[in-house]
């Protein structure tokens, strides 16, 4: 008697969702299931080996030891798939009896009367899937902290709340992971999508702060919406593109996910494409279930900020000193502001909202930023570093010459790989170009008659860069020169670099 009782309530609970804004078609149920367990019962110690396009079929869990290497990992995953993809081809080939126990377990994965043909074409869908649940259980916990603004948002976009899982599927609610292909953050956006709603660049990378990019991805999600007109395909275009999604929609007449996802054939309609929506509808049930997967569980809670635009250009060094902070703990609250930062060779730049746990400050945020001395406070940011790149160079080439690395010159530029073309320019770390503090014998001269330094000015210098390297102020500068604050210095200009007197 129970068991039809748990077919009724799940029945119905497939009714109730389906009449909402996130359908589950009856065709999607095995890929929901499937999802289901990768997010509550297998780890990253463990993965399946299924098929592709049907997911009920799971031919072998692997176990790996803690700490296995990723090279160790592929060679037995390789091996695994090979196996099956060879004990396939055999059933492909009528064989039927005097089965080895691989091809036994592959044929019962299968529906009785499945055909050689449909044997045929599994052997080269055979495909890996790493576990998840622990990554999702901790991604539960770190939920806490973010959900409460990510609701507020949604509600503010009139959008529906259970758009708040999406960063399991995405993130596992880590604002600073990154992929392979550079997406960044908790919502995983690319660039190139990112810069129509934050900004992103060498200084400033607003995907890794959560708060932005929740504001990014609630604005992105209701424009996928207000395109495509239902939430599963909206959802699909979080992954695929709106284009791509209407196209696959054209393609096969409906706006049926179900439909799509079983009949679209499109050539970068793969595998994460398909499985979009149904992996969104699988984080879904787990969240909202998730001490029935994982026990009772303590969620993070949020930190109460204070907040601060910034209506100059401020060094971080001067402004953790200001708020009695060391830079790590300003760092850790301000994710969106790179590297450049934090070495000093950019400003903290004009119109930066910054965030410090009001639990960490003696005052208000807000009133020790006023009494930061003027002389911390500037009206233009530090200038570019920058390489042409020439006929011949490579990343390892100008890396050497500049005495930096090839990661940090790809992490600066938002380089996915090492290719380069002739005539486009690098964006390099500035103190390493601008020098270390002492001035080259070549740049500084003295002058005739008074002794009085003089230093001929070379491209990327400012007069902060110039007053850090002489141990002087960019008021005497100023005095010394007889030239505005706001006055644009040359290169090959002479600047007066100590005191006449």
Known sequence: ???????????????????????????????????????????????????????????????????????????????????????????????????????????????????????????????????????????????????????????????????????????????????????????????????????????VDARLDPFIATEGAAKLLKRNYHVTGTWPLALTSYNHGTTGVLRAAKSVGTKDIGVIVQKYKGKYFGFASRNFYASFLAALEVDRNAERYFGPLKL????????VVLSDYVPATALAQSAGLSLDQLRRHNPALRDLVWTGEKHIPEGQLVRVPRAELDEPLGELLAALPGQWRYDEQLPDKIHRIASGDSLSTIARRYGTTVSRLMSLNGMRNHKIRAGKTLILPGSLVSGSGVASQSSVSASAGNGQAEYVIRPGDSLWSIARRFNVTQKQLIAWNGISPKRYIQPGQKLKVASPG
């Open 1 to 203: 008697m129970l068991r039809p009782l748990v077919l009724i309530a799940m029945f119905l609970c497939c009714l109730h969702v389906s009449a909402g804004n996130f359908p589950r078609p009856a065709s999607l149920e095995p890929a929901v299931q499937f999802w289901t367990q990768v997010y509550s019962e297998i780890t990253t110690n463990q993965g399946y080996i299924h098929d592709s396009v049907n997911l009920s079929v799971v031919y072998e869990t692997l176990e790996f030891p803690p700490y296995e290497s990723n090279k160790n990992r592929d060679r037995r995953v390789k091996k695994a798939s090979s196996r099956i993809a060879k004990a396939l081809h055999a059933i492909a080939g009528g064989k039927r009896s005097n089965l080895s126990d691989i091809e036994a377990g592959v044929l019962a994965a299968w529906p009785e009367g499945t055909s050689a043909t449909a044997f045929a074409r599994a052997a080269g869908n055979v495909r890996f899937q790493l576990g998840q649940s622990n990554r999702f259980k901790g991604g539960m916990v770190r939920s806490g902290q973010w959900k409460p603004h990510i609701r507020e948002v949604l509600a503010a976009h009139d959008l529906p709340p259970e758009l708040e899982v999406l960063p399991h599927v995405e993130s596992s609610f880590n604002p600073s992971v990154w992929s392979k292909v550079a997406a960044a953050g908790m919502w995983q956006f690319m660039p190139a999508t990112a810069r129509n709603y934050m900004r992103v660049d060498h200084v």
């Open 300 to 307: 993070d809670s949020p930190t109460p900020y204070d907040t």
